[in-house]
């Protein structure tokens, strides 16, 4: 079949649903995320009532590599994809007919786990003949904090900090983001991976790393806080990773040269790694709030589920008088549920025709 034939069935979904919107009926909305390493599926109710979510993850499957692996994450999405929207309509006691629209993040993020989520939405809203409706990732992390306050939100500074991103925005509305910053090299969620690989943790580190720093001296090594004085709103974990390294093995030698840590040691560099990196998390996104004039910031991202940083940014911002919202941890790490700011571009008559692609990588604007 070829993409003129998609386009008028969706066409024709997108008005008799239009018209439902209309007179008032709750709608149920299915969304799809496989933009790294979860296969995530969600139904969601316009009054953003979660009606069922299943995340299938992939930490097993990478853990050998100490990191995500593209083409492993893409078949097992494909592997995983059906069962997993399988399982969520019966959760969520929803036959197909019952869906109203369909979802699906299709930036950023790793093109073979794009396309497979994508593809499948595609399919479903030209079998169910439903509108198909795009979903950026990161506009979606912050989403999840509406969610969570069922209140609106906007305007805000929007904080994205994960394995992938980390990225401050101004969001005007849920659907309008100017991007105010960001890392100039790894991510935040990357940079507690590799520390925690480092010392000789299991992947996924970075919450492996948080417990152990919880019993460690957070002080007993002052690494550096790269970028926390310069006026740009930049990150750079890098070299504080660097850091972390010569403090074990030292300058030019291999990790494997060094002599072995006790759990003192380990707990110290742990704590102390952790905190720097909170600075300098805490301390940007106090400087996006004053440059921006908002008073609300709103942060979302696996590293957001980090309970130092959680409560450093809280303190921090009632000090400064800035109301904080954070996602709640089930929501932090990669979720269909935040899927449901598909609500808003319906509201705005956003709706994908079926020659939709994606936008991979893991640096870049938000759709809108």
């Known amino acids: 079949m070829n993409s003129r034939i998609f386009r008028g069935r969706s066409d024709r979904g997108v008005s008799e649903r239009a018209v439902r919107w209309h007179e008032g009926k709750t709608m149920r909305l299915l969304t799809i995320e496989s933009t790294c390493d979860e296969t995530a599926a969600a139904v969601v109710t316009d009054q953003l009532e979660i009606l069922g979510s299943v995340v299938a993850s992939q930490d097993e499957l990478h853990a050998a590599y100490d990191g995500v692996v593209p083409e492993i994450a893409a078949r097992a999405h494909l592997d995983r994809i059906l069962p997993v929207i399988q399982s969520v309509l019966q959760r969520a006691d929803t036959p197909a007919e019952r869906i109203d629209a369909i979802a699906v993040a299709t930036a950023p993020g790793l093109a073979g786990s794009l396309l497979i989520g994508l593809v499948a939405a595609k399919t479903l809203a030209w079998l169910w003949n439903r509108p198909l409706i795009a979903v950026d990732h990161l506009q979606a992390h912050v989403y999840a904090c509406r969610i969570a306050a069922q209140r609106d939100i906007f305007p805000c500074v929007g904080f994205v900090v994960s394995g992938g991103h980390t990225h401050l925005f101004h969001c005007r509305s849920a659907l309008e983001f100017e991007t105010l910053g960001g890392t100039i090299d790894d991510a935040a969620g990357e940079a507690f991976d590799k520390v925690a690989a480092m010392l000789g943790l299991p992947y996924p580190g970075g919450a492996r790393l948080a417990a152990l720093a919880d019993r460690g001296d957070r002080a007993k ?148």
């Open 221 to 368: 090594y002052r690494f550096p806080r790269p970028l926390l004085d310069d006026s740009r709103l930049a990150f750079s974990f890098s070299g504080l990773k660097t850091a972390v390294r010569y403090a074990i093995a030292g300058p030019g030698r291999p990790l494997e040269s060094a002599e072995p840590l006790t759990e003192t040691a380990r707990a110290d560099l742990a704590a102390s790694f952790q905190e720097a990196a909170v600075d300098c998390l805490v301390g940007k996104g106090l400087q996006a709030c004053r440059s921006t004039g908002m008073r609300r910031l709103c942060v979302g991202g696996g590293v957001a589920a980090n309970r130092r940083f959680r409560e450093r940014l809280t303190a921090a911002c009632d000090e400064a008088g800035i109301e904080t919202i954070i996602a709640p941890l089930e929501w932090c790490t990669d979720n269909a549920v935040m899927g449901a700011l598909a609500f808003e571009s319906l509201r705005a008559g956003r709706i994908a025709q079926l020659d939709l692609d994606i936008v991979p990588g893991l640096v870049r604007q938000p759709i809108g």
